[in-house]
């Protein structure tokens, strides 16, 4: 899975794209692991930028509710911003959006997480 990334008001912004179901949780869970080094002991901000991906599954939330996990123990922060509407609807019935942080768009994430 490839997970480009850009630098944006110190936020290192990883797009993420298609679905992450059953099938791809384990490649989502292998590409995220070197970015979740970035974040580590607050270094800099890793904002998730889910503008398009289409569908989440359980084992795609669990993806990110460790890796959610791990940025905060290790004194990190770890958002997503710009959920498609099935997506946020998954979120809500989840309530995963009590998990981790969730923005509306990539800049309104950069204005509170970057400097």
């Known amino acids: 899975m490839n997970l480009p990334t850009r630098e944006q008001s110190g936020v290192l912004i990883v797009s993420v794209s298609g679905r992450i179901d059953h099938l791809a949780s384990e490649e989502f869970t292998q590409a995220i692991e070197p970015i979740l080094?970035?974040?580590?002991?607050?270094?800099?901000?890793?904002?998730?930028?889910?503008?398009?991906?289409?569908?989440?599954?359980?084992?795609?939330?669990?993806?990110?509710?460790?890796?959610?996990?791990?940025?905060?123990?290790?004194?990190?922060?770890?958002?997503?911003?710009?959920?498609?509407?099935?997506?946020?609807?998954?979120?809500a019935i989840s309530r995963f959006n009590l998990i981790m942080p969730c923005y509306v768009s990539i800049d309104a994430a950069c204005k509170v997480l970057g400097s």
């Open 37 to 91: 080094q970035q974040c580590k002991n607050g270094n800099r901000p890793v904002l998730l930028d889910f503008s398009a991906v289409e569908y989440i599954s359980s084992a795609g939330l669990r993806v990110l509710m460790m890796a959610s996990r791990r940025a905060k123990a290790e004194k990190g922060v770890f958002a997503i911003a710009s959920l498609q509407p099935l997506v946020q609807e998954v979120f």
